[in-house]
């Protein structure tokens, strides 16, 4: 059967037919959301969260078929054979051990016949050390000062997870350091952080695992030349984090530290490993850190443990497939409401889209369904002013509400129309979930609401490092079941490379311009030569 396509097995063919059921108006999420029972029966709590699915477009009779797929694939015992160090990453013939980054037992994880336990604990022991000497002052800067600013260079996975969790946890951050991201290869990106630091007081966190990514390298380069400028050593204000032997890896490219990346945990998985290790110990602590590899090593262990029925990023990878596959929506909404997990869908827009955005199996063969949705978002209530209108009464998608039970500042409230903020903040995540579903008719047209469209609300206890920590590892696993069902490989991410490969000989091209500014450009292809000209007819 694993020869054949995905949509020739029976279980396909059932679900397609209940799609199609699913049509009729007597399934509307209306009726559906008014059964006896429904959030119990639709709704699961483990891992530390809380997931309700309840307003869905699924009956019993879906979700029958849904845990049979999931029988299908085997998707309980090839997440168990991802933890154990299969190799997973066919393309590359890698293991994706990302969830060892958060094991906290002795048990031993082998990677080519090697346990990859003790390499990682001994890079969380140095990340506790660092972060600890610097924040009691044993390691400062160049003229003796104790460091206030971290600046994270690295783009993608090496900052949107970090950047996310930092974000979630601001109210934690304790150490009286800044925290910075320079990913974007833009100078303003640059400027706008050298506007607000002082050299002599900043730490700069390089994160590549090749240490050779264009983008990186030369914000590394501009980053040295601001400290040399400024009269500040590099060698005494740079961390490396990259993989042994790499460039950054280098004794004679000295650095204040250096703390190694390992090929089984790929970019976008890599939080809780020194990736995010590094900069989150010294912003908010290394105890707290360990806090979060603790809420996800929680959620990797419900991931690979629950029953089906019961398994909270099972259940939602199914649903997500079920929505995509066979009811046919595009687009995945992500709405937290919480300001505090602003950052959230900019992390899981890459963590999902790179993962799954593919178009062949395993097996190298064109896939024969649409792999991935369109992941976006943005925290209620900004959300509801800003796009959906769209999301009411326009083209219809999913969308994942996510609620925090008790905020981080929630000391001073006062009350506005008998409420406090947060309580008008959950009126609304309520009502927002409620309202997709049920619609409303009216005889206006303009003020008619079809409904029917599905929604799930996820509920976070409090923004607690732990719950971070589930919330990560949650999508991640999320993620990887969606894969394992389609067949792909979500640990590669070829698409990236071939922009990337024309971009190179567009430089090439700048960089003969800019050492003999009489070359002409190459006219084969006049759109690119307008573009060329145009940057090189720009004031300086």
Known sequence: MND?????WPIWQKLRSSAEKMELPEYHLKHLVNQDNRLENYSVSGGGLFYDYSRQRVDSQVMGYLLELADTRSLSEKFNQMMAGAHVNVTEDRAALH????????????????DVIPEIKAVRNQIKAFAQAVHNGEIKGAAGLPFRDIVVIGIGGSYLGTEFVATALE???DKRINLHFLSNVDIDNFGRIASRISAETTLWIVISKSYTTTETMANLNQAKAFMK????????????????KSPGDDPENPALATFHMFDYIGGRFSVTSAVGGVPLSLYVGYDRFEKILKGAEEMDRHAAEAPIQKNAPLLAALISVWNNNFLGYETQGIIPYSSMLSKLAPHIQQLYMESNGKAVTIQGMPLDIDSGVIVFGEPGTNAQHSFFQLAHQGRPFPIDFIGVVDPVYGEEQVTSKGVTNHQELWANLIAQSQALA???ADRNPESTFSGNRPSAIILLNDLSPENIGRILSFYEAKTVFEAFIWDINPFDQFGVELGKTMASAIRDEIARKNKNPGYEFDNRDPVRKFYLETLFNSKP
């Open 4 to 8: 054949q396509a995905l949509t020739s």
């Open 438 to 440: 049920l619609g409303k």
């Open 171 to 173: 109210g934690l951050a």
């Open 229 to 244: 400028a400024n009269g500040v050593p590099p060698e005494k204000h740079l961390v490396t984090v990259t993989s042994k």
């Open 99 to 114: 969830t060892a980054a958060r094991q906290f037992s002795n048990e031993p994880v082998y990677d080519n016949g090697r």
